[in-house]
């Protein structure tokens, strides 16, 4: 059965969609077959508001509840809204991790729709320049990507408490030119382990 949250490091992930505006090779959406720590998140279809809230039981035990699974929940932007506002309600922390290319997929700028609902926004750049980038992780809108993820990153500072750049520490990618430019930008930097072998726990 697909899971639409999941339990990892004291957080609770939803996984609400399996669509990305990335096609990233590295991906372990696909080389773990759409498994993540024991949980199967490949989704035979997407979850409404409602089945999402109601997989997610009690929430008063986790420190934050993560929007990420194998697709990038911002796709599915009037679903995130509705579901932060019942966390909120809650009184617990929301993030999002996200390709930061949801307004470019949206044509327009959705941040001002996550003012006080989103406490934390974490925005993978994986490439030190648009040529890098596009190879790297063969984003649906191709070289433009780069300069589109920064501009969102910047954008984020203006409704977002907390804003986060991180990069994977990928075979052949300088992460320090990316933290390099998470500083120019006004942001916070993390370095995420690059997973390859499966594991279940």
Known sequence: MSSYSYEYGGNLYLNITNRC??????????????KFRGNSLKLDKEPTVQE????????????????CGY???LIR????IEISKWIKQQ??????NT????????????????????????ISLNGTNP??????NRPMFKEESFDEIIKFAKEAKNYIPVVVI??????????????????????SFRVRPYLDEYESN
């Not at 932007?77 to 995130?80: D, G, Y």
Request: glycine share 8%.
């Open 77 to 80: 932007l009037p679903e995130v």
């Open 21 to 34: 505006m990335m096609a990233c090779p590295y991906c372990i959406k696909n080389k773990w077959a759409g």
């Open 99 to 122: 390709a930061g290319l949801a307004n470019r997929y949206h044509n327009k700028n959705i941040l001002p729709q996550l003012k006080d609902l989103v406490d934390v926004i974490s």
């Open 131 to 136: 040529k890098e980038h596009n190879e790297i």
């Open 52 to 67: 999402v809230i109601d997989s997610m039981g009690d929430i008063t035990k986790y420190k934050e509840i993560i929007f």
């Open 166 to 187: 991180t990069a994977v520490e990928l075979p052949g990618l300088d992460v320090s030119k990316v933290a390099q430019i998470a500083k120019q930008t006004g942001v």
């Open 91 to 96: 009184g617990k922390r929301v993030r999002i």
């Open 71 to 73: 697709g990038d929940s």
